[in-house]
């Protein structure tokens, strides 16, 4: 599959996701990016550490951002946890420690897997 054609099926898949999917696919790429960061990590490839963790950084940003708090407690709640996350990444990227981006994988899959059965 060519480049194009796969980006083209990108589009169209996110463009057709519903709320839910969309959360899924940010949960599945911050993971997918952090476990890139530790592959690189265990490189010496430190120039792809730090753009991979950059990468999942931005997404659980996003996912901060994209908080309702409408919904009240439980989004405060999630606010300090992708915060804390968040955290995890910055100091496993000062630090390249891959200890602390698999701590950051394990909360983000568990979060994930927990949206996955509200999905």
């Not at 753009?51 to 439980?74: M, P, T, W, Y």
């Not at 955290?87 to 701590?103: G, R």
Request: no cysteine; net charge negative; proline share 0%.
């Amino acid at each position: 599959m060519s480049v194009h054609a796969y980006q083209a099926y990108r589009q169209t898949q996110v463009s057709t996701a519903s709320q839910g999917e969309l959360l899924l696919m940010l949960f599945d790429g911050a993971i997918r990016f952090a476990r890139q960061a530790k592959e690189h990590l265990a490189e010496g490839d430190l120039e792809q550490v730090n753009d991979k963790l950059i990468r999942s950084q931005a997404i659980v940003n996003e996912l901060s951002l994209a908080l309702n708090f409408d919904a009240g407690e439980i989004a405060e709640n999630l606010e300090r946890l992708y915060d804390y996350i968040y955290q995890l990444l910055v100091q496993a990227n000062i630090s390249k420690d891959s200890e602390k981006i698999d701590s950051a994988v394990q909360m983000l899959d568990e979060l994930r897997d927990t949206w996955a059965q509200v999905v």
